[in-house]
T-cell receptor
Framework: EPEVTQTPSHQVTQMGQEVILRCVPI?????FYWYRQILGQKVEFLVS????????KSEIFDDQFSVERPDGSNFTLKIRSTKLEDSAMYFC??????????????FGPGTRLTVL | LAKTTQPISMDSYEGQEVNITCSHN???????ITWYQQFPSQGPRFIIQ???TKVTNEVASLFIPADRKSSTLSLPRVSLSDTAVYYC?????????????FGGGTRLMVKP
């Protein structure tokens, strides 16, 4: 069964450093997303991406964040200057419209980001 | 966006049927009801989705009354591996690419 993959599984960085989280969505999917989950809290939407541009973004997704699809398979989330409060599990997801038009999203296993 | 309310936690025993109810009093005409499951340290996983009446798949059943102000996820004969957080989401997902809005979910603990 096809699945979303993410690397690395765990990233430790110093405050102020740049990090890039990588995702390989399911190959025939067209819509891509990033969510995050701070330990013990709910899953929060960050950004959605379609046709090489951002479709929607939340208030969390400020100027420190950017997304890119550098080639036909990867989807990346960059945090330019990490803050302590960026420590969280980051989930990538992808989806494609099925025949009924319902938007089931497939999530990856996540990258745990720890900012020291 | 329709707000959802579900129990914070539930306990069950192996082999029992578990029913988790979600309230969504201000659900809109175009909203669908979707349930996701999340195991510890994993991403959420789609379980089931419906608009009205009853939907059943190989994993669960979803019961939606006529007024659609609530829904019940039913897990038949749970096992220890069903221990997870279950999220009820309500939204218009007809357009592909719509964001998902997660609430706090229901933490289900299945005991031997």
């Amino acid at each position: 069964e096809p699945e979303v993959t993410q690397t690395p599984s765990h990233q430790v960085t110093q405050m102020g450093q740049e990090v890039i989280l990588r995702c390989v969505p399911i190959s025939n999917h067209l819509y891509f997303y990033w969510y995050r989950q701070i330990l013990g809290q709910k899953v929060e939407f960050l950004v959605s991406f379609y046709n090489n541009e951002i479709s929607e973004k939340s208030e969390i997704f400020d100027d420190q964040f950017s997304v890119e699809r550098p080639d036909g398979s990867n989807f990346t989330l960059k945090i330019r200057s990490t803050k302590l409060e960026d420590s969280a599990m980051y989930f990538c997801a992808s989806s494609d419209r099925d025949r009924a038009g319902h938007n089931e999203q497939f999530f990856g296993p996540g990258t745990r980001l720890t900012v020291l | 966006l329709a707000k959802t309310t579900q129990p914070i936690s539930m306990d069950s025993y192996e082999g029992q049927e578990v029913n988790i109810t979600c309230s969504h009093n201000n659900i809109a005409t175009n909203d669908y009801i979707t349930w996701y499951q999340q195991f510890p340290s994993q991403g959420p996983r789609f379980i089931i989705q419906g608009y009205k009446t009853k939907v059943t798949n190989e994993v669960a059943s979803l019961f939606i009354p006529a007024d659609r102000k609530s829904s019940t996820l039913s897990l038949p004969r749970v096992s220890l591996s069903d221990t997870a957080v279950y999220y009820c989401l309500v939204g218009d997902i007809r357009n592909a690419g719509n964001m998902l809005t997660f609430g706090g979910g229901t933490r289900l603990m299945v005991k031997p």
